[in-house]
């Protein structure tokens, strides 16, 4: 079992620089429902994955999906991206969940297979290697926060709204909502929210342990994406290398037993043991100076 868990962990490649530019300036972004940014600067090593379709208040239509699964094929291969946050450019909403009226056009064959579509969309977004953060300043409902659930971190406005709402629709959660709300919050507290399709605010929220963070919202709507920059700038200038196996030994490791656990956790630790950061962070110890970490 455990010859068969670790046979697939995504450990680091090789560094292949992204092209820093801003949302705004992004080529060939206007138009587009996805737009990717590399941020400059001290804030270098921060990308974003702007969602912008303000007509469907951010739906997870065809193209949006596929648009989405294209930044995350492109960043996935960068590892000068050290954190990966997603943002809402429509005011008041992160994600309104699927695109109802487009799937009303849809056979009943056609919705599975979409279904299935934004499943392995949301498995793409939780195996990023870098962490996520989902920056949650407005709606998040139905496959919007199971977009949330899928990032490592959540930042929300107090005042954001957000449940798996499916039930209230006829439908259950098909995008992972059902599998990953219990491993966030347990498994009796999952199925209260799901059963009863409630909505929580940011503030409800962060107290049941849903999201990292709760922020007073301001008057631009983007309190929750400043707090999700300032954790990615916390995040930053740690060793990549480690914060990325970091990643790797917990989502495996939560998914077995203890011992196999810490069999992967051992694994990864002996993939850093070489690294010129490990090397780096012991040096700047010793000199008593801020390390230097290159991601290798």
């Not at 960043?75 to 487009?102: M, N």
Request: with cysteine; proline share 5%; glycine share 10%.
């Amino acid at each position: 079992m455990l010859r068969a868990l670790t046979s697939t962990l995504r450990f680091p490649r090789p560094w292949r620089p992204l092209e820093t530019r801003g949302c705004s300036s992004n080529p060939g972004a206007a138009g587009r429902e996805i737009q990717v940014c590399a941020l400059a600067g001290p804030d270098r090593g921060i990308a974003e994955i702007l969602m912008n379709r303000p007509s469907a208040r951010n739906a997870l239509g065809n193209v949006f999906v596929s648009q989405l699964l294209e930044a995350l094929a492109q960043l996935r291969e960068d590892r000068q991206v050290r954190v990966l946050i997603f943002r809402s450019g429509v005011k008041g909403v992160f994600c309104a969940g699927a695109d109802l009226k487009e799937r009303e056009q849809m056979s009943e064959a056609e919705v599975g297979v979409f279904v299935q579509r934004l499943r392995g969309l949301m498995t793409e977004i939780a195996a990023f290697p870098a962490p996520t953060i989902a920056a949650m300043d407005g709606f998040a409902l139905g496959g919007g926060l199971e977009l949330a659930l899928a990032c490592d971190l959540r930042v929300a406005a107090s005042s954001a709204v957000m449940g798996l709402i499916e039930t209230t629709r006829g439908l259950l959660p098909g995008a992972g909502g059902t599998q990953r709300l219990p491993r966030c919050l347990g498994v009796a507290l999952a199925k209260e929210l799901i059963f009863t399709g409630r909505r929580l605010s940011g503030a409800q929220a962060q107290a049941l342990g849903l999201v990292n963070h709760a922020v007073a919202q301001n008057e631009k709507g983007n309190a929750a994406y400043h707090r999700a920059r300032e954790l990615a700038q916390e995040i930053l200038p740690q060793a990549p290398t480690a914060v990325r196996l970091s990643k790797v030994a917990i989502d495996r490791g939560i998914e077995v037993d203890i011992a196999s656990g810490m069999a992967i956790e051992g694994i990864c630790y002996a993939q850093n043991i070489p690294t010129r950061d490990r090397l780096e962070g012991m040096a700047a110890f010793r000199e008593k100076r801020l390390p230097r970490f290159v991601g290798e």
